[in-house]
C-alpha cells in the first residue's frame, strides 16, 4: 500500500471511543445470544413436533397389533390344543412370545443407545465416552 492510500483510510474512520466500541461488542453480543435462542428454541419446537406425532401413530400402531396379537395367540392355542392340550399349546405360545418379546427388547435397546448428540456434551455425565463406530 502507498502511503496516500493509507493515510486516505485512516481519514474514512471515524474516532470511536472505547466506551462506545464496547458499546457495539455488547450489542453484537446480545444480537448472536437472541438468534441462538430463537435456533434452539425452533429446533425443539420442531422435535417437539416430531416426537409428538411420533407418538401418536405409535399408539395407533401398538392398539391395532396388540388386537392382531390376541388373535393370533388364541389361533394358535386352538390350533395346537388338539396335538398336545390345551395347557400345553397355552404354554408353548406363551414361552414362545416371551422369547420373541425379549429378543424385540433387546434389539431396541441396542437402537436406543445408538442416539446421542455428540455436540452435546454433558458435564455431569459420569458414564463412558462412547467409542466412534457402528454403536455395537
Known amino acids: 500500500m502507498t502511503e496516500e492510500h ?24 446480545r444480537a448472536l445470544v437472541r438468534a441462538e435462542l430463537r435456533y434452539f428454541q425452533s429446533r425443539l419446537d420442531y422435535s417437539r413436533h416430531v416426537m409428538r406425532m411420533s407418538f401418536r401413530f405409535g399408539a395407533v400402531a401398538a392398539f391395532a397389533f396388540s388386537g392382531a396379537a390376541i388373535a393370533l395367540v388364541i389361533g394358535l392355542v386352538m390350533t395346537l ?3 398336545i392340550g390345551p395347557g400345553w399349546a397355552t404354554l408353548v405360545v406363551t414361552l414362545g412370545f416371551i422369547l420373541i ?5 433387546f434389539q431396541a435397546r441396542k437402537w436406543v443407545r445408538k442416539v446421542y448428540f455428540p455436540e452435546i456434551e454433558r458435564d455431569d455425565d459420569n458414564s463412558p465416552e462412547r467409542p466412534a463406530g457402528d454403536g455395537t
Open 6 to 29: 493509507q493515510k486516505d483510510k485512516a481519514a474514512d474512520v471515524p474516532d470511536v471511543s472505547a466506551t462506545e466500541q464496547v458499546s457495539l461488542v455488547l450489542d453484537d453480543v
Open 101 to 105: 418379546g425379549a429378543l424385540a427388547g
Open 81 to 83: 390344543a388338539p396335538v
